[in-house]
């Protein structure tokens, strides 16, 4: 069946990096775009950002456009989000996403001194 883990989430102090996985099984990684989605306490879902199948295309929500990238390993059936001088409003629980409504449970980022 279609799995999706993420893992990499921890506390982190304002302006440090950490580096987001999302492992697929169940499915071959490369055939279908993935997305990073993320909800802070006492807001709705939203997305940070996608690839498409291959890695050739991406896109960024603009609050995190330049300090976020996403990338691919479809040899590892993994897709990273590599986020970068995080603030505390990227606190949340993030999570990836496959075409089809499939979802993973999430890992907790907390940017916080």
């Known amino acids: 069946q279609v799995q999706l883990v993420e893992s990499g989430g921890g506390l982190v102090q304002p302006g440090g990096s950490l580096r987001l996985s999302c492992e697929a099984s169940?499915?071959?990684?490369?055939?279908?775009?993935i997305g990073w989605f993320r909800q802070a306490p006492g807001k709705e879902r939203e997305g940070v950002a996608d690839?498409?199948?291959?890695?050739?295309?991406?896109n960024y929500a603009e609050s995190v456009k330049g300090r976020f990238t996403i990338s691919r390993d479809n040899a590892k059936n993994t897709v990273y989000l590599q986020m970068n001088s995080l603030k505390p409003e990227d606190t949340a629980v993030y999570y990836c996403?496959?075409?089809?409504?499939?979802w993973g449970k999430g890992t907790l980022v907390t940017v916080s001194s």
């Open positions: 996403r496959r075409t089809g409504n499939y």
């Open positions: 169940g499915f071959t990684s490369d055939y279908y775009a």
């Open positions: 690839i498409s199948s291959a890695g050739g295309t991406t």
